[in-house]
């Protein structure tokens, strides 16, 4: 089973943290989650003050890590099948991804412990930019794979 990950975070560095992170499987079901506790606003770059923040939900979605990394294993925990990571950004969105997904030292049994490059994929595009908002990002990289395509991973 594919998920399409897609992050959102402070700014393009190696100190990069994480605002949000959503998954969107191929059959559907979505995780998505605001982290309250790992970033600050002026850990942000201009781009994510004004581009990201204002789009995050907050309520419900807005969590303290430890929340958070238990909501996102609990949602891997319910899949029966081994999961494929799906990203466009494996060096920042994987990296992230891993942060959150690892607890005291252990992976998810059920993940593999390495991202797919959705940029290595054959996927159909109408040319729109991203809005730079987690889930919604992660659900326009999953419409970019046709049924077909999806079938053969």
């Known amino acids: 089973m594919r998920l399409f990950l897609d992050c959102e975070f402070t700014k393009l560095s190696a100190t990069a943290k994480l605002i949000s992170l959503a998954l969107v499987a191929e059959n559907g079901r979505e995780f998505y989650v605001e982290l309250l506790d790992t970033w600050r606003e002026e850990d942000c770059s201009d781009f994510v003050i004004e581009i990201v923040l204002p789009q995050l939900w907050g309520g419900g979605n807005a969590q303290p890590i430890i929340r958070a990394r238990t909501a996102l294993l609990d949602y891997l925990a319910s899949f029966d099948e081994v999961l494929e990571i799906v990203?466009?950004?494996?060096?920042?969105?994987?990296?992230?991804?891993?942060?959150?997904?690892?607890?005291?030292?252990?992976?998810?049994r059920n993940v593999r412990n390495y991202p797919t490059d959705a940029t290595t994929l054959d996927a159909s595009s109408d040319g729109a930019p991203l809005p730079h908002h987690a889930l919604l990002d992660a659900r326009i990289i999953a419409s970019m794979f046709t049924e077909s395509d999806l079938k053969k991973g």
């Open 87 to 108: 990203t466009d950004a494996p060096q920042y969105d994987w990296e992230l991804f891993c942060e959150l997904a690892y607890d005291n030292g252990t992976w998810p």
